[in-house]
């Protein structure tokens, strides 16, 4: 059996997502509350990382940045001091339903990702 990984999910045509990967985007339980959107600016486009009632909580030149932070704020959030905190019955739920298993979520497997940091809590807790 080979270690749990991160898909990509594609909208490509005749592509389908492995039956037994579990979908870890939004909307959904699993999914990133912290959303990457690109914003025209004054010098071109940017893009944006929201939280909870669409606040801005940064601009980046590139969407690989703006993803960085989406995902440190992910993981950052889902410590002992987050709003998102998985720890005690929450981490054996997550562990429960996400151990061992591939994640898909749309992002780029060479972009960073929430889907990582999942992977790490189920796995990392599992072991």
């Known amino acids: 059996m080979s270690d749990p990984k991160r898909i990509q999910r ?3 045509k ?7 990967a579990i979908y870890v985007g ?25 939280g909870s009632a669409n606040h801005l909580l940064g ?6 940045e703006a993803q960085r ?26 562990v429960s339903a996400l151990a061992g298993k ?4 749309w992002c780029k497997l060479t972009d960073p990702c929430h889907a990582d940091v999942l992977l790490e809590l189920a796995n990392g807790a599992a072991s």
Not at 26 to 50: H, I, L, M, T
Not at 69 to 94: C, K, S, V, W
Not at 102 to 105: E, M, S, V
Request: glycine share 12%.
């Open 14 to 20: 005749g592509s389908k997502m492995p039956t037994d």
């Open 59 to 64: 601009m980046h030149r590139t969407k690989a």
């Open 102 to 105: 591939d994640l898909a979520c």
């Open 26 to 50: 939004r909307p959904g339980k699993w999914g990133n509350p912290f959303v990457v959107a690109q914003e025209k600016g004054d010098n071109g486009y940017k893009y944006s990382v929201r």
């Open 69 to 94: 932070q989406a995902a440190d704020l992910f993981e950052l959030h889902t410590g002992p001091m987050g709003n998102y905190e998985i720890d005690g019955e929450a981490l054996r739920q997550l």
């Open 10 to 12: 594609l909208r490509t």
